[in-house]
């Protein structure tokens, strides 16, 4: 087995991550100037923020279907494409209408990229360090996040409109992630159960499993002539991963993280720091991201998806319970939110963070795992455009305290899901059944 050969093809669709975090992140120091900018109205600057998650969710939905009918690497191709003209659109918008179209179109390449490199990185990934490898994609999306708080900080300080440069500076890293992909195989799973094309297949199967690489494809042929639902997702064969799936997605979201990622700043400046303070701030959240991440990927494969998920739902429950008495007793002052936010990233990226997308990329039989990730992918990113919609409404309406508590409710929800439902997944061979 070359594992070098695995590592980089895995690391350079990962920066589909990069690119997915980025985006994610970048609008968060953007968001009020453009507010101001184009003097919107609270409804469209709720859209403005959720334009991109309601892009996404078209993505997911749509993330299945190139990347079955024209393989993971053409598809990475299309998203690579759409985050450099989001990037450049956005950044010279005239009109607001603009600046929301090409918002919505890196939207999308973040819904196709959250659906299709998973799914690659998995099919080429040996059981025994799937999780770390699949890891990567995760370990990139808080990287992107992380550049995208640091890059607002520093942008923040230039005069002018500096919140074009903060949303354009994305097409430098989706450009060489466009140039990196040519260098990389496509899937040997997709080849053989999609295009027949055996002998390639074998090929690239060769570098990844060494001398075994006959038997791995032979077990991936018996598994998909031993399947059932001939590549239909909605079957009583599936409904295990269907509802592991949907439910892991949900609470993803439930523990508020996409509002936090948003509306950092905002969030700082509801507990009372200044705007610049604010920004430093939230560069902290990314930084204690990107440090938890890597090391949850560094054990994901040695103690289990399971156990992680335990170990971040019972800290989940107890950070976010902190920010919430924070608010209700107005010990705001100072950075006492600012530490329990921390607490509450920590856990987050240990858990969730980084087993949601190995979690389901690796629960669906090969012959539906495009589509089970679309649907895993589409709830998350359905619930994301929920919350950051609704988030700026609930804080005002109903304030931080209750705001915050109901996701620790969720969580403690999430815990019961793991302890009673969720199974492991560590060193399971891709075409073992879900039982």
Not at 199 to 223: F, R, W
Request: with cysteine; proline share 3%.
């Amino acid at each position: 087995m070359n594992k070098n050969s695995v590592l980089a093809w895995s690391f350079v669709v990962a920066l589909g991550g990069f690119l997915f975090g980025f985006d994610t992140a970048v609008i968060s120091g953007a968001e009020k100037a453009v507010q101001v900018f184009w003097s919107l109205s609270e409804f469209e600057h709720g859209l403005t923020m959720a334009i991109a998650l309601i892009g996404t969710v078209f993505g997911a939905a749509l993330g299945a279907y190139p990347s079955d009918r024209f393989g993971r690497k053409n598809t990475l191709f299309f998203v690579a494409s759409l985050y450099f003209f989001s990037a450049i659109g956005t950044a010279l918008a005239q009109d607001w209408s603009m600046f929301i179209l090409f918002r919505f179109l890196g939207g999308i390449g973040v819904g196709v990229s959250s659906v299709t490199a998973p799914i690659y990185i998995s099919e080429i990934s040996p059981a025994k360090s799937r999780g770390k490898l699949v890891g990567l994609f995760q370990f990139n999306v808080v990287l992107g996040i992380l550049v995208a708080y640091l890059s607002n900080y520093f942008i923040g300080q230039l005069d002018g409109e500096s919140w074009r440069w903060m949303l354009g500076v994305q097409a430098f890293p989706a450009l060489l992630f466009f140039v990196l992909i040519f260098f990389v195989p496509e899937s040997p799973r997709w080849l053989l159960l999609h295009k027949g094309k055996r002998a390639e297949a074998e090929q690239i199967m060769k570098k990844i499993s060494g001398e075994s690489y006959l038997s791995d494809i032979e077990q991936i042929v018996q598994a998909k002539e031993q399947t059932p639902g001939e590549g239909r997702l909605f079957v009583k064969e599936n409904r295990v991963p269907i509802m592991l799936a949907v439910l892991f997605a949900v609470f993803n979201q439930v523990s508020g993280i996409n509002a936090i990622i948003y509306y950092a700043p905002r969030v700082f400046e509801m507990a009372g720091l200044g705007a610049q303070s604010s920004l430093l701030s939230s560069v902290g959240i990314g930084l204690v991201n990107f440090t938890f991440t890597l090391i949850a990927i560094n054990f994901i494969d040695k103690v289990g998806r399971r156990t992680l998920m335990l170990i971040g739902s019972l800290g989940l429950i107890v950070s976010l319970s902190l920010v919430s008495y924070a608010f209700f007793a107005g010990h705001t002052e100072g950075f006492s939110v600012t530490l329990y936010l921390m607490l509450y990233i920590a856990f987050f990226a240990f858990s969730q963070g980084a087993v949601i997308w190995v979690f389901i990329s690796e629960i669906f039989p090969n012959d539906v795992r495009a589509k089970g990730q679309t649907l895993g992918s589409l709830t998350h990113w359905v619930m994301a455009a929920i919350i950051t919609f609704c988030f700026p409404a609930l804080t005002e309406l109903l304030g931080g305290g209750v705001t915050f508590l109901i996701f620790a409710v969720f969580m403690l929800l999430q815990l019961l899901y793991v302890w009673k439902l969720m199974p492991e997944t560590k060193g399971r061979s891709l075409e073992e059944k879900m039982d």
